[in-house]
């Protein structure tokens, strides 16, 4: 497989992806009608628009309405930290909630101007 591809967690009902599988090992655990190959990118995209629509684009955390230009899909659990792309691990968050302010999940990251040596 392609470092572009991934397998993923089908949902039966709607036949769209719900997990990226991080390790393949758990994918072919699980019954085969399940799982599935798909382009990396479009699996991202399908995930990412079901949690727009399951948090009715709005931010979990402050409630603004958003759009899919700027709204930020947030992992609960980081990827760095044994967490998933998947609905179960996802949010959707604003800007100033998501990296936009000091209490924002992931702090500031607004680049301040300022060179760094």
Request: charged fraction near 30%.
């Amino acid at each position: 497989m392609s470092r572009n591809r991934v397998l993923v967690e089908i949902d039966p009902a709607t036949q769209l992806p719900i997990r990226i599988f991080r390790v393949n090992a758990e994918a072919w655990r699980m019954s085969a009608d399940r799982v599935r190959e798909w382009p990396k990118r479009d699996a991202v995209e399908a995930i990412r628009r079901q949690v727009f629509e399951r948090d009715k684009y709005e931010c979990r955390h402050c409630g603004a309405l958003v759009t899919w230009k700027n709204g930020e899909m947030n992992e609960i659990k980081p990827k760095g930290d044994g967490g998933e792309v998947s609905l179960a691990n996802c949010e959707l968050l604003c800007y100033g909630c998501h990296q936009g302010g000091k209490a924002a999940v992931h702090g500031d990251r607004r680049w301040g101007g300022r060179a760094t040596l």
